[in-house]
């Protein structure tokens, strides 16, 4: 991997408990149900927030666009008519769910300035994104910035990460990796446990179905592990998506991008040692 492709994954490891902690916070939760979502679980809060940039978005655009869910599991949690809160007030209700969670988090480093550095800097990295082709990340990019920096710097995390997103499902398209096929070969490589990838939505069926034509591929061995060749084409997954990510980090100059990751650090820190986060996911960060 080149420098500037380590680096472009050094920010997303960085970046992306910054946005995910969102997802598992309690003060989200509790926004969630003054909508009239159900908090039992959090996957009706979750398509909620994740898909409201969107607008009004069905299960059949939701699955397209997120990818790695089942679709039957889309279904279950993404209405086909209407829905539990309309996409502006929930985008609302967003906000002030980030609010209050980045100040439970953060305490009084939201109000640092090298909170608002950090805001600034990965602000200008987001505003440099081609979000052309990548809905997720488009629709992200096209929501009023807000003015307080903690605000801004999830804004903006979830910018990026959105766009990095987009060009990992292009690169699984061009890989000849359907959804259920793309966290098979995903787990054939260690990226997390075949169960962590169970949230997804897939039956064993679905699941063993998706083993057997990667293995007719050439891509895993009989035990559900990797080929040589299946190592090489997830290699090459994760080579083009870092490479599709690269261009809002162009926008900063190498100094500035060292200061970012020295900023981040401590948020970083503090996200990780919240407790909210669970130690396995399915994107598998420091594995591949």
């Not at 009706?44 to 940039?53: E, Q, T």
């Not at 539990?84 to 009084?108: C, E, H, M």
């Not at 920096?149 to 990992?168: K, N």
């Not at 990667?214 to 299946?230: K, V």
């Amino acid at each position: 991997m080149t420098d500037e492709l380590g680096h472009v994954r050094q920010m997303w490891h960085l970046l992306e408990p910054l946005h995910a902690v969102f997802y598992y916070a309690p003060e989200v939760f509790e926004e969630a149900a003054a909508l009239g979502y159900a908090t039992d679980e959090r996957w009706p809060s979750y398509f909620a927030w994740r898909a409201a940039p969107l607008g009004q978005a069905g299960p059949d655009r939701v699955a397209g666009t997120f990818y790695s869910f089942s679709p039957a599991m889309v279904r279950t949690y993404v209405p086909a008519g209407p829905p539990v809160a309309p996409a502006q007030v929930v985008l609302g209700a967003r906000t002030r769910a980030v609010d209050r969670a980045y100040r439970a988090l953060f305490g009084d480093l939201v109000h640092g300035p090298e909170f608002a550095e950090a805001a600034a800097l990965t602000r200008r990295a987001a505003r440099a994104a081609d979000v052309t082709d990548r809905p997720l990340a488009e629709a992200n990019a096209a929501l009023p910035w807000p003015k307080a920096p903690h605000l801004t710097l999830w804004q903006a995390a979830t910018v990026l990460r959105e766009h990095r997103g987009d060009g990992h499902v292009a690169a699984l398209v061009a890989a000849g990796l359907d959804p259920v096929e793309s966290l098979v070969s995903f787990a054939a490589v260690g990226a997390a446990r075949p169960e962590v990838f169970g949230s997804r939505g897939w039956s064993a069926d679905e699941w063993e179905a998706a083993r057997r034509r990667l293995t007719d591929r050439g891509l895993l061995e009989a035990d559900g592990t990797a080929t040589d060749a299946g190592r090489a084409l997830r290699a090459e997954v994760e080579r083009r998506t870092d490479e599709a990510a690269s261009g809002p980090w162009r926008a900063l100059a190498a100094e500035e991008r060292e200061r970012l990751v020295e900023l981040l650090g401590p948020l970083w820190v503090a996200a990780i040692g919240s407790g909210l986060l669970p130690a396995e996911t399915t994107l598998g960060i420091g594995k591949v």
